[in-house]
């Protein structure tokens, strides 16, 4: 069973920028399909940002200022944020849908 660990969550002011990692604990293939997702307070879970061998996804609130990528020698996935919002505050989630496992969260915070 795979293990995915979210990091790079912090404090940011409104136009700043932050960079998530899902690191998985194994190198097989099918770790290529990675989900992120997010979850406000009082909010339901949404959907983020996708990255497969052949394409990457992003929903319409953050398009053109999110970013996801991937490093195959370090078994991540990145999730570059920019121009950040007080919208975008929420606990961001990793999640590799042929494992259907989650990881535990990191809290990303957007305030002055």
């Known amino acids: 069973q795979v293990q995915l660990v979210e990091s790079g969550g912090g404090l940011v002011q409104p136009g700043g920028s932050l960079r998530l990692s899902c690191t998985a604990s194994t190198s097989d293939n099918r770790f290529f399909g990675i989900n992120w997702f997010r979850q406000a307070p009082g909010k339901q879970r949404e959907f983020v940002a996708r990255i497969t061998p052949s394409w990457t996804d992003y929903v319409d609130s953050v398009k053109g200022r999110f970013t996801i990528s991937r490093d195959n020698e370090k078994n991540t996935v990145h999730l570059q944020m920019s121009s950040l919002k007080p919208e975008d505050t929420a606990v961001y989630y990793c999640?590799?849908?042929?494992?259907?496992?989650w990881g535990r969260g990191t809290q990303v915070t957007v305030s002055s």
């Open positions: 999640y590799a849908p042929f494992y259907d496992t």
